[in-house]
């Protein structure tokens, strides 16, 4: 049975964690949203002390997986909750992600351009990006008025 690792992140909004999740792929229907922490579960299915709000379940991530956690802070900050054995083999689900670039690089890039892209649709602004990112390397956006 892998060790979950308790990751800190830069994250403060819900909604934006799920999108950039959405933008790495998962489906709004693989991803579990509660109000209150839920138990992760382990790749055989046994249930897991840690808990989490925003949940991936092992059986969308990769191979035989456990389950990826993102609990809620009392600063309003996310920490992220992975198993040791998908920190080496989430990366492998991202084929267009730069050779050795960790899945905590890949979460962070990606919530970043989703916070900027809803940023800047909040203040009528046009976002444009590149149609594939390549993870690991500076992601190009321009930014200009509508």
């Known amino acids: ?29 693989q991803i579990q949203v509660h109000s209150t922490a839920q138990n992760l579960h382990g790749y055989t299915g046994s249930e897991r002390k ?28 996310w920490k992220m909750i992975i198993s040791e054995f998908d920190v080496r083999r989430l990366p492998s689900k991202f084929p267009n992600a730069v050779p050795g670039t960790s899945f905590q690089s890949i979460i962070t890039q990606a919530y970043a351009m989703t916070k900027m892209e809803a940023n800047a649709k909040g203040r009528r602004l046009r976002v444009k990006k590149p149609e594939t ?13 509508l």
Not at 1 to 27: H, I, P, R
Not at 66 to 73: A, E, H, I, T
Not at 133 to 145: A, L, N
């Open 133 to 145: 990112v390549r993870w690991g390397e500076p992601i190009k956006m321009t930014i200009g008025v």
């Open 1 to 29: 049975m892998s060790a979950y690792l308790e990751c800190k992140t830069n994250f403060d909004d819900q909604e934006t964690l799920v999108a950039a999740l959405q933008t790495l792929g998962w489906a709004p229907g």
């Open 50 to 77: 840690q808990t989490a709000e925003v949940i991936i379940d092992r059986k969308h991530l990769v191979g035989a997986s456990n389950d990826l956690g993102f609990k809620r802070q009392s600063d309003g900050s």
